[in-house]
């Protein structure tokens, strides 16, 4: 009774540790509230009664064993119990969905009709004029899933829909422009771990692929990997790993402080960390948030038709549709109000995947007042040892992903939409002219592969089981390094960005919808983009690609206001002055 009792809290990588004396029953110490389990924290509480001191620590002890047991088996172990979410059948109807996809099948023939809608779709993203909803948050409506379904409805190996297609793409360009401008943010993924106890049929890190090399990275990889993507000129990266025992929630907290820690001259620090991670729990999404440095948090459905949803998901976690679905709930329940969402095209029929997109969306803006950040739409490709990705139930073909961009484009106008190097360089370029308004550059997604030289000259301290190589989760169409992306879009007349402002300005969730549903994210965007080019032409870009940005730049200063041109003036001649990381 006289020994001070050891208190360990499981909930960090490096367990943290404190004692108390039973005797006094004082407070432990050094012991953070916020990393404590349920378990751990009721512990805290009785301690203090040392009639039933005993008892409690025998059967707490058990069940922070238990607890620890379960956080080594599961990645994400739910806390809060009392949260009361909508069913997943409430937010995604895949009957209304086919309704409506069958119904709608005439009136896509019917041109006027079409026109109709897509003159409804540029006046809801008009500036002025928009009419307000009954919901007083909805400044900005898109279309309805009726009028979706007759777009994607459209037939475009028809030679006769050409008039109404090009229609349809002139049409989402224009309110990519009313919102975003001709602004393209660029970031980079960076994985960290490729171990996964999923299944999933179309992904080449899934458990049952035996010949991959898995790997995580160490804390100096991962510092060296972060340096390398600083160096291209990133400064918004989106983080990702598989769920796995062997690389914990816990690692994944420590290496985001990692990555915020680390900084190159002469830019520095990377500003703005995506995350895209397995389904939490809502105490996780806490501790997420607890974090102060991460922007989005990203997941895709991969399918949202909940009938066919294990045929690609037999076993795992991920296996349960309902839960992945509601990730998105929990996320806004503990405060993560950036989500992206995502379908992974090719599974199931495309124009399904797209309602279903629409139905998620529409939940999440009526239920949080902010609809997704962000959508992704990942088209499959091959990846090793993925029959489903080999060989694509439901391919897309190319003439229908350009159209089911310009859909959503049209009935979401608010939300950025997000491409990756899954898709080639000339598809990315097209699709930038039709609804894209971020894209990945100089991607790789192969663990360590941005610094493989050190990487393999590191070989004896790397986390590599089985001998073989880490390969990378699917094929990339895409290999243009970041400064030929960069000296590229300049030339087809877009503005590429590093921007990470908003979120450091607190402008997320309904903030920042309020204010991209009143088209003035571009008072915002515009400058600091320019700013974030200057700093990326001095200290990175290519000689070619430095002439390019500089004439863009003097360009695009003169689209603001006189009073906006002089207070970007002045940061700008900071930054030629050598200060960084300037910002409205
Ligand atoms: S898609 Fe994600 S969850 Fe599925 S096997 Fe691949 S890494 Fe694992």
């Known amino acids: 009774m006289n020994r001070p009792l050891q208190w360990r809290s499981f909930s960090n990588h490096a367990f943290h540790e404190a004692s108390f004396d039973i005797?006094?029953?004082?407070?432990?110490?050094?012991?953070?509230?916020?990393?404590?389990?349920?378990a751990e924290t009721t512990m805290y509480t009785v301690a203090r009664t040392s009639a039933i001191f005993r008892a409690q620590v025998t059967r707490t002890a058990a069940t922070t064993s238990h607890l620890r047991a379960r956080r080594h088996r599961m990645w994400s172990v739910e806390l809060e119990k009392d949260h009361k979410f909508?069913?997943?059948?409430?937010?995604?109807?895949?009957?209304?969905?086919?309704?409506?996809?069958?119904?709608s099948k005439e009136k896509a023939k019917d041109r006027p009709l079409v026109r109709e809608i897509l003159a409804k779709a540029r006046e809801r993203a008009q500036l002025r004029g928009v009419p307000r909803?009954?919901?007083?948050?909805?400044?900005?409506?898109?279309?309805?899933?009726?009028?979706?379904?007759?777009?994607?409805?459209?037939?475009?190996?028809?030679?006769a829909s050409k008039p109404i297609l090009d229609e349809l793409q002139a049409t989402a360009l224009d309110i990519k422009r009313q919102i975003y401008g001709n602004r393209i943010v660029l970031f980079a993924p960076l994985y960290l771990a490729n171990?996964?106890?999923?299944?999933?049929?179309?992904?080449?890190?899934?458990?049952?692929?035996?010949h991959i090399g898995r790997s995580a990275l160490t804390k100096d990889q991962l510092v060296a990997e972060v340096e390398a993507l600083q160096k291209l000129g990133h400064r918004r990266l989106l983080v990702l790993t598989g769920e796995h025992p062997k690389y914990t929630f816990d690692q994944f907290l420590d290496a985001l402080h990692t990555i915020k820690g680390v900084e190159t001259k002469p830019c520095g620090k990377i500003r703005r960390l995506n995350v895209?991670?397995?389904?939490?729990?809502?105490?996780?999404?806490?501790?997420?948030?607890?974090?102060?440095?991460?922007?989005?948090?990203?997941?895709?459905?991969?399918t949202y038709d909940p009938r066919v949803y294990k045929r690609y998901h037999p076993s795992g976690p991920k296996s349960d549709y309902g839960h992945r679905l509601l990730t998105m709930d929990r996320a806004q329940t503990a405060g993560i109000d950036d989500v992206g969402i995502g379908a992974l095209f090719g599974l199931t029929d495309y124009k399904s995947e797209v309602m279903g997109l629409l139905q998620h969306?529409?939940?999440?803006?009526?239920?949080?007042?902010?609809?997704?950040?962000?959508?992704?739409?990942?088209?499959?490709?091959?990846?090793?040892?993925?029959?489903?990705?080999?060989?694509?139930?439901?391919?897309?073909n190319d003439d229908d992903f350009r159209k089911l961009v310009a859909v959503l484009r049209c009935a979401v106008p608010y939300t950025g939409m997000i491409l990756s190097t899954r898709e080639s360089a000339d598809m990315r370029r097209e699709l930038l002219n039709m609804g894209i308004s971020q894209m990945s550059a100089g991607s790789k997604t192969d663990v360590g592969s941005y610094h493989k030289e050190k990487m393999q000259a590191d070989e004896n301290h790397t986390q590599v089981d089985g001998g073989a190589k880490s390969l990378e989760q699917f094929q990339l169409q895409d290999h243009r390094s970041v400064d030929e992306i960069i000296g590229e879009l300049i030339g087809d007349g877009f503005l590429p960005s590093f921007c990470t402002?908003?979120?450091?300005?607190?402008?997320?969730?309904?903030?920042?919808?309020?204010?991209?549903?009143?088209?003035?994210?571009?008072?915002?965007c515009h400058p600091n983009s320019l700013l974030t080019l200057q700093e990326y032409l001095i200290d990175y870009a290519s000689p070619e690609t430095r002439v390019a940005g500089e004439q863009l730049?003097?360009?695009?200063?003169?689209?603001?206001?006189?009073?906006?041109?002089?207070?970007?003036k002045r940061k700008l001649d900071k930054v030629k002055a050598g200060e960084r990381d300037l910002f409205f």
């Not at 997943?88 to 119904?103: F, H, N, T, V």
């Open 501 to 524: 402002a908003c979120y450091r300005k607190n402008r997320t969730g309904e903030a920042f919808m309020k204010i991209a549903k009143t088209g003035k994210i571009q008072d915002f």
């Open 23 to 38: 005797r006094t029953a004082a407070q432990p110490t050094a012991l953070p509230y916020s990393s404590l389990g349920h």
């Open 553 to 568: 730049i003097d360009k695009e200063s003169k689209t603001i206001s006189e009073n906006a041109q002089r207070a970007l």
């Open 195 to 210: 171990y996964c106890v999923n299944s999933c049929t179309y992904c080449a890190f899934r458990g049952q692929n035996k």
């Open 86 to 103: 909508k069913s997943p059948s409430e937010i995604i109807d895949p009957a209304m969905i086919d309704r409506l996809l069958e119904e």
């Open 133 to 159: 909803g009954e919901d007083e948050h909805e400044y900005v409506q898109g279309l309805d899933l009726a009028d979706a379904a007759v777009l994607l409805n459209i037939d475009t190996q028809d030679p």
């Open 361 to 396: 969306a529409h939940h999440l803006d009526k239920t949080y007042h902010a609809g997704p950040h962000t959508i992704s739409i990942p088209r499959l490709q091959p990846a090793d040892s993925a029959p489903d990705a080999i060989a694509p139930p439901s391919p897309v």
């Open 276 to 302: 895209e991670i397995p389904a939490l729990s809502v105490s996780d999404f806490r501790r997420l948030k607890a974090t102060d440095c991460v922007g989005t948090y990203t997941l895709f459905q991969e």
